[in-house]
């Protein structure tokens, strides 16, 4: 086999390794089935128990309550920026508040604006995105049809530690970038939604855990494959599933609860391989400059620039020379972006922070 590199990018992203071979394992030949899981029907018992087994793994793991649907979408979450107004904004005389905390916060504005009233409510855009509201700085409407955040904002690399206060309006969550970190409080959302390729498994997939009394407010005559009730009344299958990527979320998921132990131990490792990065970032500030005010910095993406495009490059080069691969931030944030998702080692990310170090010391 092609020998792997580290993965930092943020998304597609690494996958863990335990995943990959089970799944190369059965690629050809289901056990005892003979079947490929690309080739398998979705009406088969096998891919009935996948989709049982994925739901079941994904309730135990954020202790969904029961009145909360888990729905296997497909579009992505960009399909969500615009479901999402559609089924709880649209025909409604509320507005929707939008916390734009991002490059993906400012997106799903774009699309709830075609829907309905929308009140921004936050935009860190005169920072360019490098912070988050304070508790207390949100002027929150209790009448407002929904409030929508990023929990990580993937390319500003800034993470809500916790939920923002928002009383008994329906909280609704764009967790693309750090579903599955750590553990939530689900009762406290409305509805969430990501698409699986940054934390739970490959493209293809998109999550949404939705509380059933929202669903109850989705006006009829919305197009069939639009309409979350749809998905609902057809237990999960109204069309053909990604099979395939919901199986290998199903083999992530089950990676959690039995490799990793649950989001509680997920949640240190992820502390223990960020701080690692953010340590030599403050460690040599004349080096490197972190995007992120540090108490809003994300566990997930990591972001933090050079002085000049001439370092930059050898630092990207340099890296991918030791097997850093994918690391160049995106061009709004500019500099360098490690993705450190669930399934990065925590190898990759002591090697990586030893070779910030390195780095760091021959620029002095
Ligand atoms: C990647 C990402 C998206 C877009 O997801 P797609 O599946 O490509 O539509 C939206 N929001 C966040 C926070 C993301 O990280």
């Known amino acids: 086999m092609e020998p792997r590199v580290y993965n930092f990018s943020p998304g597609p992203a690494v996958l863990p390794l335990k995943v990959l071979e ?16 690309l080739e398998i029907s979705h009406r088969s018992a096998w891919f009935e128990g996948v989709l049982a087994e994925t739901e079941a793994h994904l309730r135990r793991l954020l202790a969904v309550p029961d009145n909360y649907r888990v729905l296997f979408l497909q579009g992505g979450s960009r399909l969500q920026f615009y479901m999402v107004p559609l089924n709880l904004l649209s025909g409604s005389t509320r507005s929707a508040e ?34 988050l509201p304070k508790p207390g700085e949100l002027k929150l409407d209790p009448q407002a ?23 008994d309006v329906p909280l609704v969550c764009d967790a693309s970038s750090d579903f599955l970190c750590r553990p939530l409080p689900i009762e406290r959302y409305g509805l969430i939604y990501a698409c699986a390729q940054k934390n739970a498994g490959p493209a293809g997939v998109t999550i949404v855990v939705v509380r059933d009394d929202l669903l109850e407010r989705v006006p009829d005559g919305l197009p069939t494959m639009l309409d979350y009730r749809t998905y609902v009344k057809e237990k999960l299958m109204p069309n053909t599933p990604p099979v395939f990527a919901i199986y290998i979320v199903m083999l992530v998921t089950r990676w959690l609860l039995e490799d990793v132990g649950g989001l509680d131990k997920m949640l240190q490792r992820n502390r223990q391989k960020a701080k690692l990065l ?3 970032v403050d460690a040599a500030p004349e080096v490197y400059r972190g995007h992120a ?25 340099g890296a991918q020379a030791c097997g850093l691969a994918e690391l160049k931030g995106h061009r709004s944030v500019g500099g360098i972006r490690a993705s450190i998702y669930n399934a ?13 170090r390195e780095f760091a010391q021959q620029k002095r």
């Open 145 to 167: 049809a929904y409030v929508h955040f990023t929990s990580n904002e993937t390319i500003q690399g800034v993470q809500f530690a916790a939920e923002p206060e928002v009383g």
């Open 344 to 356: 990065m080692p925590l190898e990759g990310v002591e090697l990586l922070a030893g070779f910030m």
């Open 22 to 37: 089970e799944a190369q394992r059965n690629l050809v030949s289901l056990p005892g089935i003979g079947i490929s899981p």
């Open 278 to 280: 953010y340590d030599e």
């Open 293 to 317: 005010q540090p108490s809003d910095r994300s566990l997930m993406n990591v972001t933090f620039r050079l002085p000049d495009d001439e370092t930059q490059a050898r630092f990207l080069s």
């Open 98 to 131: 939008y916390i734009v905390t991002g490059t993906w916060g400012k997106t799903a504005l774009q699309e709830a604006v075609r829907q309905g009233q929308v009140r921004v409510v936050y935009d860190g855009k005169a920072t360019n995105f490098d912070r």
